[in-house]
Structures are given as structure tokens and as C-alpha cells.
């Protein structure tokens, strides 16, 4: 079956503007997760969409935000980007939290650059 | 709360040497521990997992890892290392929200 699918794979923005990313969960999996990923602070939570609620969130700041669709997939926002923003951003797709003994598979992750 | 610690930054191994890579972590309840590998530009690649049972877990690539309950360590391992190895490797556990806390990661340089 696909993977985890992310787009777009990379992308240039300059200090100010907004950003959505997306993502494609595996198939019948109906939880997303979205990680920030960078050299100085590793792999950071950001947040946990469920059934299109969010379940958990990570300790960054309003300007990052999210929503799931009732197909599952799922799309983050950052709005006035920073340049502290560049990173790649990882999304895990899981069944939920009934399933706490199952892995997590991850897309390939889009690499954002603000300039 | 749940965390993992990697403590070394870099592995560096002669290619057909042993592999061992270090995670500690802490928990309460029972420990939902996982293993990524992570290439250049790529997204993280499930290795294994500990759920319950056997303490020596197998994995992809021939990794496995062991858990230890009373030092709370979940070292990968491989008893002979490829230079295809050399990657990005995260150790995590699964907290009771279902979010995965991520160690730091290990850089492991497998040199030929």
C-alpha cells in the first residue's frame, strides 16, 4: 500500500509570508502527527490530529496550526514566517491512540526555507 | 513525562565491526520503545520496536536491540556493520497521549 505522503517536498519562502503543508496518511490510518526537525533541536513535537480533532500540541508558538480532514489527511500552516522556521517538517501517520503498540511510519518530509 | 537520552553524538565503526548504538529512557507504565534510521533529505524509517516479551527484539536490515528494564536501555545493535549503514539513527518511546518522544539522534559513520 502507499506511504505517507508529503507535499510539496521542498519549498522557499521569504520572512513574512504563510505556508501550508500537506499530507497523506497510509491508508485507514487516522492519526497524524507533524514534527519540526532541525541541526540545533532535533526532532520537536508539534501536533496530534485525530478524527479531525487535535489531541496533543507541542510547545511552539499561535503562528503554527493545523487541521485534519475527514479523509485524514492532514495540512500545516505557519503564518509570518520567521527565519527560525526553516527546517524539515515531518509527518507521521499512525492508527490512533488505541494502537499505542504500533509504529509510526513517516513521510519524506518537506524542507522549508525562509529567506 | 517521557523522555529518551542518546548520549554519544557520533558512533564511528570500521565496516564488519559490531554496531552499537545507546538509548536510555524513562517512562511510566510500560515502555513503547522504537527505533528510526534517518538518510540525508529523507524521512525517518521504522527499525524495530519493544512492545512486551522477548527482551532481544530483531529488526529490519539485521538490527536488533535489547531491552533492559532495570538499567531502562534499549541499545541497537549489529554484529556486523555495512558502510550502507552509515545514517541518522533515533531512538523513541511512545507517551500515553501517543506522541513519540525522540532522543537526539546518533550519527553512526560506518568507515570502509
Known amino acids: 500500500k502507499a506511504g505517507v505522503t508529503q507535499t510539496p517536498r521542498y519549498l522557499i519562502k521569504t520572512r513574512g509570508q504563510q505556508v501550508t503543508l500537506s499530507c497523506s496518511p497510509i491508508?485507514?490510518?487516522?492519526?497524524v502527527s507533524w514534527y519540526q526537525q532541525t541541526p540545533g533541536q532535533g526532532l520537536q513535537f508539534l501536533f496530534e490530529y485525530f478524527s479531525e480533532t487535535q489531541r496533543n500540541k507541542g510547545n511552539f508558538p499561535g503562528r503554527f496550526s493545523g487541521r485534519q480532514f475527514s479523509n485524514s489527511r492532514s495540512e500545516m500552516n505557519v503564518s509570518t514566517l520567521e527565519l527560525g522556521d526553516s527546517a524539515l517538517y515531518l509527518c507521521a501517520s499512525s492508527l490512533g491512540p488505541g494502537a499505542m503498540n504500533t509504529e509510526a511510519f513517516f513521510g519524506q518530509g518537506t524542507r522549508l526555507t525562509v529567506v | 513525562a517521557q523522555s529518551v537520552a542518546q548520549p554519544e553524538d557520533q558512533v564511528n565503526v570500521a565496516e564488519g565491526n559490531p554496531l552499537t548504538v545507546k538509548c536510555t529512557y524513562s517512562?511510566?507504565?510500560?515502555?513503547?520503545l522504537f527505533w528510526y534510521v534517518q538518510y540525508p533529505n529523507r524521512g525517518l524509517q521504522f527499525l524495530l520496536k519493544?512492545?512486551?516479551?522477548?527482551?532481544l527484539v530483531k529488526g529490519s536490515y539485521g538490527f536488533e536491540a535489547e531491552f533492559n528494564k532495570s538499567q531502562t536501555s534499549f541499545h541497537l545493535k549489529k554484529p556486523s556493520a555495512l558502510v550502507s549503514d552509515s545514517a541518522l539513527y533515533f531512538c523513541?518511546?511512545?507517551?500515553?497521549?501517543?506522541?513519540?518522544?525522540f532522543g537526539k539522534g546518533n550519527q553512526v559513520v560506518v568507515i570502509p
Open positions: 523513541a518511546v511512545r507517551d500515553e497521549g501517543n506522541r513519540l518522544a
Open positions: 517512562v511510566s507504565g510500560n515502555p513503547y
Open positions: 491508508s485507514g490510518h487516522r492519526s
Open positions: 519493544y512492545i512486551t516479551g522477548d527482551n
